[in-house]
């Protein structure tokens, strides 16, 4: 019981500040419509399917932007806790009674809160397109960006607190991780054993976030029943445990 009051003792704690100065909040808030305006121009010339030749573009790009935004917005949350380590904030929650491991789950809802925030105001943006809309499917799939988005996010806390006396380490680290899992997932351009050499369709499967986007697809088409809805739970699943043991281990042996 304790456990839950501390999270979300934590989880008000982190969201307080940004709804009391909603600038920065409102800002991120802005970033789908920014892929929207990219992108929506080119999906009418890539066919359907997005150039796979089944279903809408809509269909097959919004469930990948979806991963993109989880990715991207809650891998640079490990950010935050940086600029509350320099500031000295993050050491007098370390003498507070909050129980650790609340803290970091806490911080990693907060940054789910504003993702799922994201994906429902593009699918309401999405209503009027032909884009279909499966509601179950949507929520399983909503349900497994939020798993994913956990995982990522107490991964980036946790790198934030091993480059806590060298900061720059967790923008390099970042980087070099972030890229090659966007690009290799999928997410703006197919990748199958027919359109892609050999190599980077082997790199592809290797990926874990290749199997979230692709069971991300297959639920927001309203299909439940197929393997790649399974390798796409099992991959979600093991980041968020990783993520959340890693990010837990890391927050217990903190010192002030």
């Known amino acids: 019981m304790k456990v839950i009051t501390d999270t979300r003792t934590a989880f008000a704690r982190e969201?307080?500040?940004?709804?009391?100065?909603?600038?920065?909040?409102?800002?991120?808030?802005?970033?789908?419509?920014?892929?929207?305006a990219l992108f929506a121009p080119l999906l009418p010339d890539m066919g359907a399917g997005g150039g796979t030749g089944t279903g809408s573009p809509w269909q097959w790009f919004v469930p990948g932007m979806l991963?993109?935004?989880?990715?991207?917005?809650?891998?640079?949350?490990?950010?935050?806790?940086?600029?509350?380590?320099?500031?000295g904030a993050f050491e007098r929650m370390l003498v507070?009674?909050?129980?650790?491991?609340?803290?970091?789950?806490?911080r990693a809802l907060k940054e789910v809160v504003v993702l799922l925030t994201q994906a429902v105001l593009i699918l309401v943006l999405l209503l009027p397109t032909d884009f279909r809309l499966h509601p179950l499917g949507a929520l399983a799939g909503l349900a497994l960006l939020t798993v994913f988005g956990v995982g990522i996010g107490a991964l980036?806390?946790?790198?934030?607190?091993?480059?806590?006396?060298?900061?720059t380490l967790f923008y390099g680290v970042q980087q070099v991780i972030f890229f090659p899992l966007l690009l290799l997932s999928g997410v703006l351009l197919p990748i199958t054993e027919a359109s892609a050499p050999t190599w980077l369709y082997v790199l592809s499967r290797i990926n874990p976030v290749?199997?979230?986007?692709?069971?991300?697809?297959?639920l927001f088409d309203g299909r439940f029943a197929e393997a790649g809805v399974?390798?796409?739970?099992?991959?979600a699943a093991a980041i968020a445990v990783l993520g959340v043991v890693a990010g837990i281990r890391g927050m217990r042996n903190a010192t002030v």
């Open 15 to 36: 969201l307080g500040p940004e709804l009391r100065q909603p600038a920065g909040l409102l800002f991120t808030m802005m970033l789908p419509f920014l892929f929207l």
């Open 96 to 106: 507070t009674p909050l129980n650790r491991a609340s803290m970091l789950v806490g």
């Open 67 to 87: 991963v993109l935004l989880g990715l991207s917005a809650t891998a640079g949350a490990g950010a935050s806790l940086l600029n509350e380590m320099s500031s």
């Open 156 to 167: 980036s806390f946790t790198l934030a607190l091993h480059s806590r006396k060298q900061q």
């Open 210 to 218: 290749t199997y979230v986007v692709e069971a991300e697809r297959t």
């Open 230 to 235: 399974l390798y796409g739970i099992v991959a």
